[in-house]
Each structure stands twice: as structure tokens, then as C-alpha cells.
């Protein structure tokens, strides 16, 4: 397994528990590739590190250019919940998220933000931007990478292979 790293202000959970729900979001994103969707996934986990929703990439699909897996996980976290913030919630995602996801984080208050692998063309809490981290922001998110980086990375890197050897039509 590859070393996560974190900022210094990232909640208490253990590992094994980070690798268990990255496990979940992989298996969401193997969904959307599933669906022909760029293979990324996402999970929201309760303050108690339970799973309170799963969502995978859906922007084709949905005819929705801000149908990604963290919205949706989010906004299926603020159902579950009845409430519009996720207070000492975690949002677990495959891929680092882009600058619309890391902002609605932020909105909603997470406590963390759990990735797998950087993307280095659209990562804003630590690639290009560090949204999750501003101070003049009016909320901060712990950021945590690298949980199951390898794995989160080729599910990407299979996808984009295929597509291009795929003749247009
Ligand atoms: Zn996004």
C-alpha cells in the first residue's frame, strides 16, 4: 500500500478504516466505468465511520456537467441526514477532487477530505489548489491522499487505455 499523507489538522481514524471506505468508493467507481463514465467513485462516512452514501460519476449519463461522484455522494448524505451540512463527516473520494467538488466540501462542512490519487489537471485541495486548506475560507478540511493510490490510479489509466482504442465513429 502506498503512504498516505495528511494535513496536520486530519481528524482521528485509523487506517485500516481509510483503506476500508476508499474500498467502497472504488467499487463505485467501477460502476460508472461500468456505465461508460469516467471511473471515479465517492462515499460520505458519519462521524461514527459509517457509510451514509455512495455515488459514482454520472456527468453523461445525467446530461449533467456537475453530476460528479462528490456531489452526488453529498447531496445523498444531506438526504439521509435531513441536513444540509455534513458536520464531522468524511468525503472519500477516488480521484482528488476538482475545484466545484472541493468547494461544495467546504459548504458542507466535512471534517476530512479522503483521496486516492492526485489529478494533476484538475486537483484543487492539493495539486493546483487548496481549497479545503484556504484560511480565508470560513471552513477547513483535513486532507488526507494516497489511500489506495495505485489501485484508484489504474482504474483511470484501464478506462483511458480502452477508450482510445476504440475507433471513432
Ligand atoms: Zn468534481
Same mark, same amino acid.
Given at each position: ?13 485509523? $487506517? ?6 476508499? %474500498? ?7 460502476? %460508472? ?5 469516467? *471511473?471515479?467513485?465517492?462515499?460520505? =462516512? ?11 460519476? /454520472? *456527468?453523461?449519463?445525467?446530461? $449533467? ?14 438526504? /439521509? ?5 455534513? *458536520? %464531522?463527516?468524511?468525503? =472519500? ?13 467546504? =459548504? ?25 486548506? $484556504? ?18 490510479a489504474s482504474l483511470l489509466t484501464t478506462f483511458f487505455r480502452s477508450r ?6
Open positions: 500500500m502506498s503512504n498516505p499523507t495528511r494535513s496536520a489538522r486530519s481528524p482521528a481514524a485509523a $487506517d485500516h478504516e481509510r483503506v476500508s471506505w476508499m %474500498g467502497a468508493a472504488l467499487r463505485e467507481a467501477e460502476k %460508472g466505468a461500468a456505465a461508460g463514465e469516467i *471511473p471515479v467513485g465517492a462515499v460520505v =462516512v458519519s462521524p461514527e465511520g459509517k457509510i451514509l452514501s455512495r455515488a459514482h460519476n /454520472r *456527468p453523461v449519463t445525467a446530461n $449533467d456537467p456537475t453530476a460528479h461522484a462528490e456531489i452526488l455522494a453529498l447531496r445523498g448524505a444531506g438526504r /439521509r441526514t435531513g441536513n444540509y451540512r455534513l *458536520p %464531522g463527516c468524511r468525503l =472519500v473520494v477516488t480521484l482528488e477532487p476538482c475545484p466545484m467538488c472541493a468547494g461544495a466540501a467546504v =459548504v458542507a462542512r466535512v471534517a476530512e477530505i479522503i483521496y486516492g490519487t492526485p489529478d494533476p489537471k484538475g486537483g484543487a485541495v492539493s495539486t493546483l489548489y487548496r481549497i479545503a486548506s $484556504d484560511p480565508r475560507l470560513n471552513h477547513r478540511a483535513a486532507v488526507t491522499s494516497g489511500i489506495l493510490a495505485e489501485e484508484c482510445r482504442s476504440v475507433p471513432r465513429s
